[in-house]
Structure formats: C-alpha cells, structure tokens
C-alpha cells in the first residue's frame, strides 16, 4: 500500500491550498485517510482525517478554515485550506488506515511542504 500526495507549496496569508492523498496498491479497504503536519520544533499533529463512512475530524485550529473530502471510487481524500495563517506552516503528511483481509494497517505518506507567508 502507498498513500501519494500532492498540492501544498506557497501561499500568502489569507489564500487557498489544496492538498490531495491517494491510496494504492494491495488496498482491500481504505477505512481512513487524513493528514497530519509537523511545524518545525514541534510534535506532529492531528489536522483532518474522514473515515469510510464520511465521519470527519478536524483539529480545532482549523475548524472553519479546511475542509476534507473523499472520493472512494479512487481511494483519494482531499483537503480544501483556506483562509491560511502563518502558523499553518508545516510539513503534511498523508495518513490512512487501510484494511487487507482481515488486517487493518496506519499507513504514512511522503510529507509535503505548506509555507505561508505574512
């Protein structure tokens, strides 16, 4: 299993980005997907993850401002970041559960960096 992802880059404070994860490979089933980001000195952190049934989850310090979505038909989540702060800097990384018969399996994507300028 690989999660993919793409998007990310520059933005100035107050603009939009939009982050894409795909999962692919032996995937039985994707239960999960998200993202998570690590700003530099810090721990990695929870942003917004939806389950296979559509049950989202959002940090607080972006409630209102990101929005995740999904299509199964190709296994891929995005996030929609709008309205970015400086303090949305960080690197993000893809995250998913994803089952293969019986097993259920976390899963980590390459990280992909999202600056935002003041």
Do not use: H
């Not at 692919?24 to 089933?29: I, L, P, Q, Y």
């Not at 970041?81 to 800097?89: A, E, H, I, V, Y």
């Not at 690197?91 to 976390?106: A, E, K, Q």
């Amino acid at each position: 299993v690989q999660l993919q992802a793409s998007g990310g880059g520059l933005a100035q404070a107050g603009g939009s980005l939009r982050l894409s994860c795909a999962a692919s490979g032996r995937v039985g089933r994707v239960n999960a997907l998200g993202w998570y980001r690590q700003a530099p000195g810090k721990q990695r952190e929870m942003v917004a993850t939806i389950n296979f049934d559509g049950i989202i989850n959002y940090a607080d310090s972006v409630k209102g401002r990101f929005i995740i979505s999904q299509s199964r038909n190709n296994n891929t989540a995005y996030l929609q970041m709008n309205n970015l702060q400086p303090s949305d800097t960080a690197v993000y990384y893809c995250w998913g559960r994803v089952r293969i018969g019986l097993r259920s399996d976390t899963y980590w994507g390459q990280g992909t960096q999202v600056t935002v300028s003041s």
